[in-house]
């Protein structure tokens, strides 16, 4: 359920009125999942919303060591939902999180961050509004099994559509069986998945996120996509989490399990997440002109900053080994460092399905959905913010089919890193145009790639491939 709660005095009003159990408080760690911990009614106040309530920070991947544990999480009233999936009638609070003995917004609160980056738009004179409309795809499989050991590793994937869990040990096998990369737009019964997406796409209608349209993806595993209306760049990354709750929870409520892995099967397309951006002011669409495919100049440079910074926002928005498994080339993956009006191979695509200026935008393809969504839309932000006070020429646009370019004229185009270990040099070596406006702060960039080095570049290397899976198939 919706609400639209403005004040601590409104959320206040819908406890005791709506009869509320629980409250939840979430949050989202450096990796990019929610956390939460849950308070009854009473432990809820007005005071709550400024002064905070604490929790164990030591305890949350990314945030404090042990000796200085003690955090606030500062919910936000706006962002109130009912938890469609809890026994108890739960209301959920996005919060922010303070530092109680500085008595400020926490630096590697990624919350914080993309807030700082809407901030930092506004005072730039460039826009006053970042839009966001991410296109997140994921995969829904009827079971899945997994370990490793000293001296044996596995992983089994079962999908009732795929054409290779046709051979059943029980029951009537039945038919209908999709291909590897035919699994687009298919109709029920190929289609197997199409209730449970309409029904993930009502839940979320119901709590109050617009959505566009759902549909099965090309991977024939149950790989599907629901496409939520854009809202603004922090609001949107809520979404997203939200997005995210729903699609698991329904999938687990009918006996099934989803995942946000980038690339969990062999040999089929992976899970990207294509992100629509654009920059307004004073209600202006800013991205519209007379230059290639409708776009203005601004526009233009705003793409040269996302191609220039593609390497090192790919640590952010790519951020997973997995990731590097998606982008390569032959599924449809964007590994092509150019743009272009309709080329889904090139990292950047502007959509020319409408002629409306309001519908100007630029899909930021090579990003995928084990990403931090606060940290990937504030760098992404950030990078085309950097084109345009730098003027950055993204080149010509690429119109041919890139995979079919002579080596000659392929070996000129720039490609994506081709590992997360190249993509955290890369971040390590340019994230200047970070840290403009203190959006991202030092510790922040420094914190990131420790972790990640350290938790899961190491680890995988440590323990291969099948570890790969277990580690990620949960994002």
């Not at 709506?18 to 990019?32: A, S, V, W």
């Amino acid at each position: 359920m919706a609400y639209s709660c403005k004040t601590p005095a409104d959320v206040l009003r819908v406890v005791a009125d709506d009869q509320i159990e629980m409250i939840d408080l979430r949050f989202t760690d450096l990796p990019g999942l929610w956390q939460h911990f849950s308070v009854p009614p009473r432990a809820l106040d007005a005071e709550s919303f400024s002064a905070g309530i604490g929790f164990d920070g030591s305890s949350i991947r990314g945030f404090q060591e042990i000796q200085e544990s003690d955090m606030l999480v500062v919910p936000d009233p706006e962002t109130a939902f009912l938890d469609p999936f809890a026994e108890a009638r739960t209301l959920v609070l996005i919060c922010d999180i303070r530092d109680p003995v500085a008595a400020s917004p926490y630096s590697r609160d990624v919350r914080y961050v993309a807030r700082k980056a809407e901030t930092y738009l506004a005072g730039t004179g460039i826009g006053d509004t970042a839009y966001l409309g991410p296109e997140l795809e994921h995969f829904v499989f009827d079971g899945v099994r997994y370990d490793q050991g000293t001296n044996y590793g596995f992983y089994e994937i079962a999908a009732r559509e795929a054409n290779w869990d046709a051979r059943q040990s029980e029951g009537n096998g039945p038919g209908h069986k999709l291909r590897a990369k035919e699994g687009y737009f298919p109709t029920p019964p190929a289609d197997a998945l199409s209730d449970a997406r309409a029904s993930m796409a009502r839940i979320l209608e119901e709590i109050g996120i617009a959505v566009e349209a759902h549909h099965h993806e090309v991977a024939a595993g149950g790989q599907g996509e629901i496409d939520m209306r854009f809202t603004t760049l922090t609001r949107m990354a809520d979404n997203v989490m939200i997005y995210k709750h729903v699609v698991k929870n329904e999938a687990r409520r009918r006996g099934m399990t989803a995942t946000f892995m980038p690339k969990p099967l062999f040999g089929d397309n992976g899970s990207g997440m294509h992100v629509h951006q654009s920059l307004w002011q004073d209600g202006r669409p800013l991205f519209a002109g007379d230059g290639y495919a409708g776009s203005s100049e601004l526009m233009r440079h705003y793409i040269g900053g996302l191609l220039v910074h593609a390497p090192a926002l790919l640590a952010i928005c790519a951020p997973t080994v997995n990731s590097y498994r998606r982008l390569v080339p032959g599924f449809e993956a964007p590994v092509n460092l150019g743009y272009s009006q309709r080329n889904r191979s090139a990292a950047c695509r502007i959509p020319v399905y409408s002629p409306d200026p309001r519908a100007k935008r630029v899909e930021f393809r090579c990003p995928d959905p084990a990403c931090n969504p606060y940290l990937a839309f504030a760098a992404m932000l950030m990078a085309g913010l950097d084109g345009i006070r730098r003027r950055l020429d993204p080149g010509e646009p690429i119109d041919e089919n890139l995979y079919e370019l002579s080596p000659e004229k392929r070996a000129a185009i720039p490609s994506t890193p081709a590992s997360l270990e190249a993509a955290l040099d890369a971040l390590e070596a340019d994230h200047a145009f970070l840290l403009e406006g203190g959006v991202f702060t030092p510790d922040v960039i420094e914190t990131y790639l420790a972790y990640k080095r350290a938790r899961e570049i190491d680890e995988i290397r440590l323990r291969p491939h099948p570890y790969e899976f277990v580690l990620y198939y949960d994002v």
